[in-house]
């Protein structure tokens, strides 16, 4: 899962002089799927940096990879001076940023547990009531599998759920921004443009943006460092 995301900053078409380096938690679970899985997740990196500090010391910029409402987003921020944030964060102003007048967004994701937590998430984030008809946020729509599902059942089953969340979202509404909800989906934009060409058709497909949080995290960090020196 980390080298797929790893890859996928990599693979990001920033600066040549960015350099992208990685850190996995050692003793959280490899899959987060619940809120006790975030909080332990954030309890291994935390300590890390109590313990490591010098591993952090050289960074201009931290992006959580955890489509989440993360606690290291805040609490990193708090302890660290440069830009932090989550592909949550991340990918939600960058679907903002892109849609037109009276088009929407949504997020596909994995498991149950995540449609209330990043619904309330989103509302949120944006700092609106939860059910607000203004901020054009179509919901999130589960595959009922893992984030640990994509690199671990078949092909066929990952196509198969991942297909029936996006064909759900994209009748909600006027949807023409899907959000890959979980790190763990990077390299698997085919299946959600495919089932978008069955519902939409190709040629209105095609202009469908299909957000991987990753690279969206990864653009926004080097524009904050960029707003840093800049502005400040």
């Known amino acids: 899962m980390t080298a797929g995301m790893l890859l996928a900053a990599k693979s990001t078409p920033i600066s040549n002089s960015v350099e992208i380096h990685h850190i996995t938690a050692t003793s959280a679970p490899a899959s987060i799927d619940d809120d006790q899985d975030i909080q332990d997740s954030s309890k291994d990196i935390l300590s890390i ?15 959580v990879a955890c489509f989440s409402v993360h606690p290291l987003v ?16 991340a990918s939600t102003l960058t679907a903002m940023s892109l849609l037109g007048p009276l088009e929407k967004w949504g997020v596909v994701t994995t498991g149950k547990f ?3 937590h990043l619904t309330n998430g989103v509302y949120g984030f944006l700092g609106v ?70 519902v939409y058709g190709e040629s209105r497909a095609k202009g469908l943006y299909i957000i991987d949080g990753v690279k969206a995290g990864i653009m926004q960090l080097h524009q904050s460092i960029n707003s840093v020196r800049i502005f400040r």
């Open 49 to 63: 940096l109590e313990s490591k500090p010098e591993l952090f010391s050289n960074w201009d910029a931290i992006l």
């Open 129 to 198: 009531e939860n059910n607000s008809k203004n901020t054009r946020f179509a919901g999130v729509f589960s595959s009922r599998l893992t984030a640990g599902d994509f690199h671990t059942v078949s092909p066929t089953e990952v196509k198969e759920k991942l297909s029936l969340a996006t064909r759900q979202l994209l009748a909600s509404g006027n949807v023409t921004c899907v959000v890959m909800g979980c790190g763990g989906m990077a390299g698997l934009e085919d299946i959600i443009r495919s089932t978008a060409v069955e």
């Open 74 to 89: 805040p609490k990193l921020s708090s302890r660290l001076s440069i830009p932090v944030t989550g592909i949550f964060e």
């Open 114 to 116: 995540w449609e209330d």
